[in-house]
Structure formats: structure tokens, C-alpha cells
């Protein structure tokens, strides 16, 4: 009977852990592709995916490489990349705005793994 709850207890943990890996905005910048050693993270809507598959795009002379280890939501959801645009915030998007920007991140759960959360 130990055993049962104790397995349960483990199953729960790792549960958990997927669930709750969190990182800072901070933490995130140390993934800009810029130390060949670390993946590659871009977050879209406070989720982080590594996209280190993407390198061409997002590593050193990548045409995205802009958005590496940053929350790049505004930016795609305007189609820019424009410094003033690559932040999380959502500050008076438009509906179209944030359709392209949901756009996106179906794109992004669908090629690239989901490794952490951002939280503030
Ligand atoms: C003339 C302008 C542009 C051209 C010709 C262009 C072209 C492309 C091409 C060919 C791809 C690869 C598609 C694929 O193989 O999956 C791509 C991907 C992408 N583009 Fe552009 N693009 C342009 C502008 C922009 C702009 C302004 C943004 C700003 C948000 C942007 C963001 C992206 C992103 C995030 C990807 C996805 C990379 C990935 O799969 O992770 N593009 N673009």
C-alpha cells in the first residue's frame, strides 16, 4: 500500500515539473543563440519553445535572430522587426493583429517543443 501511494506521489511530481518549469524574461535572454553550447528559446504568448531546430532562422545572421531569447508576441502578431516591437505586451493590438499573432502560435506548438512558461 506505501508503494501505490509513493508511485502515485512520483507521478504527481513529474506532472508538476512539466507543468510549472518557469523562467524570467532575464533567464530567457541567455538563450539569444548567441553561445552555441545553449538551445534556443523565442516565446510567443508567455510560452517558451526552443526552437534550436530553427537555427537558420533565429541563430547568429538568421533573419530572425532578432527574436531569439525574447517574448517576440508583438512583433509577430505586427509582422515587424522593429527593436520597439519584440516585448510580450499586447497593449492595443487589433483584432487582425492578434489573429496573425494566434496564427503564429499554432505554428510555433506545432513545430517546436514547449520547455517553460514565463512568469515575471
Ligand atoms: C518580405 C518579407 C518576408 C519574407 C519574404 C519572408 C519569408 C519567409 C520564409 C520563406 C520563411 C520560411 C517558411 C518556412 O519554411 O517555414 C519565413 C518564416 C518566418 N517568418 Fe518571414 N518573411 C518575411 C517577413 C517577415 C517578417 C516581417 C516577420 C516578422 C514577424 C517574419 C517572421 C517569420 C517567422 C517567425 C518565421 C518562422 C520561422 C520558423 O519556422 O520558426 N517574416 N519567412
Given at each position: 500500500m506505501w508503494r501505490e501511494i509513493h508511485s502515485l506521489d512520483r507521478e504527481e511530481e513529474e506532472e508538476e515539473e512539466e507543468e510549472e518549469m518557469e523562467m524570467t524574461a532575464q533567464q530567457l535572454?541567455?538563450?539569444?543563440?548567441?553561445?552555441?553550447s545553449k538551445p534556443i528559446y523565442v516565446a510567443v504568448k508567455g510560452r517558451v519553445f526552443d526552437v534550436t531546430t530553427g537555427k537558420s532562422f533565429?541563430?547568429?545572421?538568421?533573419?530572425?535572430?532578432?527574436?531569439?531569447?525574447?517574448?517576440?508576441s508583438r512583433a509577430l502578431a505586427k509582422m515587424s522587426k522593429n527593436e520597439e516591437d519584440i516585448t510580450s505586451s499586447l497593449d492595443g493590438l487589433t483584432e487582425k493583429e492578434i489573429g496573425v499573432l494566434n496564427d503564429w502560435e499554432t505554428k510555433f506548438v506545432a513545430k517546436y517543443p514547449v520547455v517553460a512558461t514565463i512568469i515575471s
Amino acid at each position: 500500500m506505501w508503494r501505490e501511494i509513493h508511485s502515485l506521489d512520483r507521478e504527481e511530481e513529474e506532472e508538476e515539473e512539466e507543468e510549472e518549469m518557469e523562467m524570467t524574461a532575464q533567464q530567457l535572454s541567455e538563450y539569444n543563440g548567441t553561445d552555441p553550447s545553449k538551445p534556443i528559446y523565442v516565446a510567443v504568448k508567455g510560452r517558451v519553445f526552443d526552437v534550436t531546430t530553427g537555427k537558420s532562422f533565429y541563430g547568429p545572421g538568421g533573419a530572425y535572430a532578432m527574436f531569439a531569447g525574447k517574448d517576440a508576441s508583438r512583433a509577430l502578431a505586427k509582422m515587424s522587426k522593429n527593436e520597439e516591437d519584440i516585448t510580450s505586451s499586447l497593449d492595443g493590438l487589433t483584432e487582425k493583429e492578434i489573429g496573425v499573432l494566434n496564427d503564429w502560435e499554432t505554428k510555433f506548438v506545432a513545430k517546436y517543443p514547449v520547455v517553460a512558461t514565463i512568469i515575471s
